[in-house]
């Protein structure tokens, strides 16, 4: 039988870069990575596809998930429901692959009650300043002014917590922060043999 693989674990506050550095470290073929794609009731941004970044769904379809016990972790992100399938999860681990979840702090603690730590690899993504981390958002210009604010303001607490994970990475250049997440999933593979 196939050693089971590792959950990835990628979070970090909205606009630090969590996408962008987990598409550049999925690029290596080599790591055995398959994105968890999560179910949201958010609208879908400009260049989302459904299926692909996320399946977009209602949020009756959403409340029947979480009532037939479809979903491993969710969460209410300012406003918006987040959750992660827990068939998808287990199927991808079950064939000795690895499995990357870009999701929040809430959701981690979640997932880590029913994983064993050595199972898991947890990485924390941060902007170089917050001031950096705004300018991202606003960047981005994919959310209204107020949904810009309350993502803010979820950041500072998001941070709060950064030490509990494996890793905490500065996203100050993508390709930088993926050769560290990179180096630290390879060598996880090579241990576990
Ligand atoms: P998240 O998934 O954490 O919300 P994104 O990956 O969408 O963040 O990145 C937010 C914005 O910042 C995007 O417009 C992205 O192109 C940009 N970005 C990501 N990493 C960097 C970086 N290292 N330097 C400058 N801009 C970046
Ligand atoms: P966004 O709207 O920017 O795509 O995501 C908002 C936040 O929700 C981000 O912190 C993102 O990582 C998180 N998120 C995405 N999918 C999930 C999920 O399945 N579960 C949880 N708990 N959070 C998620």
Not at 21 to 32: D, F, G, I, Q, T
Not at 135 to 142: A, E
Not at 150 to 156: D, I, S, T
Request: glycine letters at 8%; charged letters at 35%; hydrophobic letters at 35%.
């Amino acid at each position: 039988m196939k050693k089971p693989g590792f959950l990835i674990i990628i979070a970090g506050p909205s606009g630090a870069g969590k996408g962008t550095v987990r598409k550049e470290v999925m690029k290596n073929k080599k790591l055995n990575l398959v994105f968890s794609i999560s179910l949201t009731t958010r609208a879908k941004r400009k260049g989302e596809k459904d299926g692909v970044d996320y399946y977009f769904v209602s949020e009756k379809k959403f409340k029947d998930a979480i009532k037939k016990g479809d979903l491993l972790e969710y969460n209410n992100y300012v406003g918006n429901y987040y959750g992660t399938s827990k068939s998808q999860v287990e199927k991808v681990l079950k064939t000795g692959k690895n499995i990357v979840l870009e999701i929040d702090v809430n959701g981690t603690k979640n997932v880590l009650k029913a994983f064993k730590k050595k199972d898991v690899i947890s990485f924390f993504i941060i902007a170089p300043s917050i001031k950096e981390l705004e300018k991202r958002i606003r960047g981005r210009s994919t959310e209204s002014p107020s949904a810009i604010k309350n993502r803010l303001k979820m950041a500072k607490e998001e941070m709060k917590v950064r030490d509990s994970y494996d890793y905490v990475v500065v996203n100050d250049s993508p390709t930088r922060a993926a050769k560290a997440i990179t180096k630290v999933i390879k060598n996880a593979i090579a241990l576990r043999g």
